[in-house]
C-alpha cells in the first residue's frame, strides 16, 4: 500500500503527525502478503553468513558469538530491495515532498534475553556527513513489544536540537536527561511501517523473552 494512493489530507496528517511528534507510527500499512515477505527475508537474513566486499555482520560482545546487526544488505537482496523502490521511498518522498536517498541499510537483531539500546539521538552518529538531518523507517520481522524490548520515543523532543550526551558513545544521552524525558513505547507487528526523525530521542528495553526481536532500519536523506 503506497501513501501516494491516498487523498492528499491523509497524507498531510501523516506529515503533520510526523512533525509534531518526530515519528510516525502507521499501523497495517503492508497487506498480509508483504507483512509474509518481511517475516521471511528476516528468516533469510538470519542465515547469512559473513561476505567479505559485501555484507557487514557484527555481533555481541559476550561469550557467546550472538549476531547483533547486519549492513548493506539491500543490494544484495530482490525481495527487500523491491520493497524500499516501490513500498517505502515514495511514501517517504511524499512525506518530504522531495527526492529522498538511501543511506544506509541494516537488519538489527536482539537476541533472546539480549541486552536493549540505551536513549539516544541518531544525528550524532551521522555528523562528519554534510546532511543536516535524516530520517529512518523500521520494518520488523516479528511483533514487537515492551517485553521483547521495542521501540520506545520521547515524543516531540526533536525540536530541541541535541541533547546533552556521552562523548565517549556518540548520541548516547545522560541518565540526568533521559530520566526527564517522557517516553512511550511502539508496539508493532510485520505490517506496521515507523519512521522517525534523526533528533528525536528513543531507546529500547532488554528482551525478556527467549525469542529474538528482529527490525530493518533503512536511513535515508534528502
Not at 494512493?5 to 518526530?22: A, C, E, H, P, V
Not at 559476550?62 to 547483533?68: A, E, L, Y
Not at 536513549?119 to 514487537?144: C, E, L, T
Amino acid at each position: 500500500m503506497l501513501l501516494s494512493g491516498f487523498k492528499r489530507t491523509r497524507s498531510q496528517i501523516y506529515n503533520d503527525l510526523f512533525w509534531k511528534n518526530g515519528y510516525l507510527y502507521i499501523k497495517d500499512y503492508f497487506s498480509h502478503k508483504d507483512a509474509d515477505t518481511i517475516v521471511k527475508i528476516a528468516d533469510e537474513l538470519d542465515s547469512w553468513e559473513e561476505k567479505k566486499g559485501k555484507w557487514m555482520i557484527y555481533f555481541e560482545k559476550d561469550k557467546q558469538k550472538k549476531k547483533s546487526r547486519i549492513e548493506n544488505i539491500v543490494n544484495y537482496h530482490p525481495q527487500l530491495k523491491d520493497l524500499v523502490d516501490y513500498n517505502i521511498t515514495p511514501t517517504l518522498q511524499l512525506l518530504y515532498n522531495k527526492p529522498m536517498n538511501l543511506f544506509k541499510d541494516k537488519m538489527n537483531w536482539k537476541k533472546g534475553f539480549g541486552k536493549g539500546f540505551k536513549a539516544h539521538q541518531d544525528q550524532p552518529a551521522w555528523s562528519d556527513f554534510p546532511p543536516q538531518r535524516f530520517v529512518s523507517v523500521a520494518m520488523f520481522g516479528n511483533k514487537s513489544n515492551l517485553e521483547n524490548g521495542c521501540l520506545e520515543f520521547s515524543s516531540g523532543e526533536h525540536k530541541n536540537g541535541l541533547y546533552d550526551y556521552d562523548m565517549s558513545n556518540l548520541g548516547e544521552l545522560t541518565k540526568e536527561v533521559e530520566d526527564n524525558l517522557t517516553w512511550t513505547p511502539i508496539e508493532t507487528t510485520p505490517r506496521d511501517l515507523l519512521l522517525f526523525d534523526s533528533y528525536v530521542p528513543h531507546r529500547s528495553g532488554s528482551n525478556k523473552t527467549d525469542k529474538e526481536r528482529r527490525i530493518i532500519y533503512l536511513t535515508y536523506n534528502s
